[in-house]
């Protein structure tokens, strides 16, 4: 399991569990869900195709780890999939995100229409979302919060359907109707949701293009997500997290 740890910063330790805990987890979360008529019609319309989908691959859908990947450039979102007790995650499906807003980088600031980068959970299920069904990501986190600029990092995160806004992660409705379901099976047994957001692929080509085009400050910011990167891409499987005192990310097997 990944854990999220603060050096130095024992505020900070205190505070970040309040947003991975803001939803709460019973065996009944799912029921409750249900009683709202798009997340019955997501189920009516998604989750039999999704389990057949799912023990195609050896996924058992009554028990699984869902971790998630979006790359902003390339404009996609990754999903994977393990069984409990499994030592590495396979690539379970990748979908289109509608729309990027802002550059590449991270967030800093409340109203500066970019989307965070770094590592998230998802922790809030909104099934009557203006933006048809979303689900937050847990931005700020602890590093964001010391990284902010000015005196609000901002938030409301969200993965949502509609295809449309600024700062988020935009999905189909048809594509969001699937997440949602998948997010809430994993959810309602009590299973962590995390959500990892990179500039984009951290592939050669893409490096040489990141120096070649983005400020210094920037490219060292990526370079502490880099590591945790190239491990997922190496083993499948999730590094701790750590944040030092300066809010700079690094790494434990």
């Known amino acids: 399991m990944r854990i999220i740890n603060v050096i130095h910063s024992a505020l900070l330790v205190v505070t970040l569990p309040l947003y991975c805990n803001a939803q709460v987890k019973t065996s009944s979360f799912k029921t409750g869900q249900l009683k709202n008529a798009r997340v019955k019609d997501a189920y009516d319309a998604k989750?039999?195709?999704?389990?057949?989908?799912?023990?195609?691959?050896?996924?058992?859908?009554?028990?699984?780890?869902?971790?998630?990947?979006?790359?902003?450039?390339?404009?996609?979102?990754?999903?994977?999939m393990k069984n409990k007790g499994e030592t590495k995650y396979k690539l379970f499906k990748t979908y289109d995100i509608c729309a990027s807003s802002g550059s590449l980088g991270p967030k800093r600031k409340e109203g500066d229409g970019q989307v965070p980068e770094g590592f998230y959970q998802i922790d809030l299920f909104n099934p009557k979302s203006n933006y048809y069904l979303s689900m937050r990501i847990n931005y700020p986190n602890a590093s964001d919060v010391i990284l902010k600029e000015g005196t609000n990092a901002g938030g409301a995160i969200m993965m949502h359907g509609d295809c449309v806004t600024i700062g988020?992660?935009?999905?189909?409705?048809?594509?969001?109707?699937?997440?949602?379901?998948?997010?809430?099976?994993?959810?309602?047994?009590?299973?962590?949701?995390?959500?990892?957001?990179?500039?984009?692929?951290?592939?050669?080509?893409?490096?040489?293009?990141?120096?070649?085009?983005?400020?210094?400050?920037?490219?060292?910011?990526?370079?502490?997500?880099?590591?945790?990167?190239?491990?997922?891409?190496?083993?499948?499987?999730?590094?701790?997290?750590?944040?030092?005192?300066?809010?700079?990310?690094?790494?434990?097997?």
């Open 168 to 253: 988020c992660l935009p999905m189909t409705n048809d594509k969001i109707k699937e997440l949602y379901v998948l997010c809430l099976e994993a959810k309602n047994r009590n299973n962590p949701i995390y959500i990892d957001i990179f500039p984009t692929k951290f592939t050669e080509a893409n490096l040489k293009m990141l120096e070649a085009n983005y400020p210094k400050s920037k490219v060292a910011f990526w370079n502490t997500l880099k590591p945790a990167y190239d491990y997922f891409e190496e083993h499948h499987w999730l590094p701790k997290v750590n944040i030092d005192k300066k809010g700079r990310y690094f790494f434990e097997e």
């Open 47 to 80: 989750w039999g195709p999704l389990q057949t989908e799912l023990k195609t691959v050896k996924i058992n859908p009554n028990e699984f780890d869902i971790y998630m990947r979006a790359f902003k450039q390339d404009g996609v979102l990754e999903v994977w």
